[in-house]
């Protein structure tokens, strides 16, 4: 079993829809959580960090952390055809970026 | 400033030839990292070097991947021989004490035929 189990898709959308995408994991020891963006041919971007259990939000993006569940999600409102990519969660035991275990990607599609 | 540089993009070479990938890291990170991805999966971490010294190589295929990073700045990743199953992006990452991410160069697709 992997650490990280991220659902791999595809999913498909249309514009203006909300994107929910999910990981689980199996280590409790992990703190801290983040989510990557990869447009094609591209390596990934850091989108979203954040530590334990909550919620974090940045424009139209949602982290959410349930520890007690190993069980985070990224939302998306408003779906633009922009946000078309595949979405990677990260996870890490300790702060800084040195000990990352990614989860498969979750390829998304927004058409207009 | 400059992102993580990453040469040649695009390789494509015969079963058993050797292939080489080099990578430029963001000035003053002094972390620098290989990943390989397949398709449809995300990054897996082959070697994590602090400065020139490789901290975790404990997935990286030591009977035909080897890797250096002289100086502490650049670093080359090399395959020899090379097998099919090493068809993959191969990704180098930077990133510093003082940063909470790792910043991904574009990737080296390599198609082994």
């Known amino acids: 079993q992997k650490e990280v189990e991220q659902d791999p898709g595809p999913l498909s959308v249309p514009e203006g829809a909300i994107v929910s995408l999910n990981c689980t994991y199996s280590?409790?020891?992990?703190?801290?959580f983040m989510w990557y963006r990869q447009y094609s041919r591209k390596g990934p971007e850091l989108l979203m960090y954040?530590?334990?259990?909550g919620n974090k939000e940045d424009g139209r993006f949602t982290a959410q952390v349930d520890k007690s569940s190993k069980y985070i999600s990224l939302f998306i409102r408003d779906s633009q055809p922009s946000d078309s990519a595949t979405y990677l969660c990260?996870?890490?035991?300790?702060?800084?970026?040195?000990?990352?275990?990614f989860g498969q990607g979750t390829r998304l599609t927004i058409n207009p | 400033e400059a992102g993580v540089v990453q040469s040649p993009r695009y390789k494509i070479i015969e079963k058993k030839q050797p292939v080489a990938f080099w990578c430029n890291p963001i000035?003053?990170?002094?972390?620098l990292y290989w990943y390989r991805q397949n398709l449809g999966q995300g990054p897996e971490l082959l070697i994590r070097?602090?400065?020139?010294?490789?901290?975790?190589d404990s997935q990286l295929p030591k009977d035909r991947f080897s890797a250096e990073r002289l100086k502490g700045v650049d670093s080359t990743l090399k395959i020899q021989p090379a097998e099919l199953g090493d068809s993959a992006v191969y990704l180098c990452?930077?990133?510093?004490?003082?940063?909470?991410?790792?910043?991904f160069g574009p990737g080296t697709r390599l198609t082994v035929l």
């Open positions: 954040t530590y334990s259990s």
């Open positions: 990260a996870m890490s035991q300790i702060q800084g970026a040195q000990k990352l275990v």
């Open positions: 280590n409790s020891a992990f703190q801290y």
């Open positions: 990452a930077s990133s510093s004490w003082t940063t909470d991410t790792q910043y």
């Open positions: 000035s003053g990170h002094n972390t």
């Open positions: 070097y602090e400065n020139e010294e490789a901290v975790d």
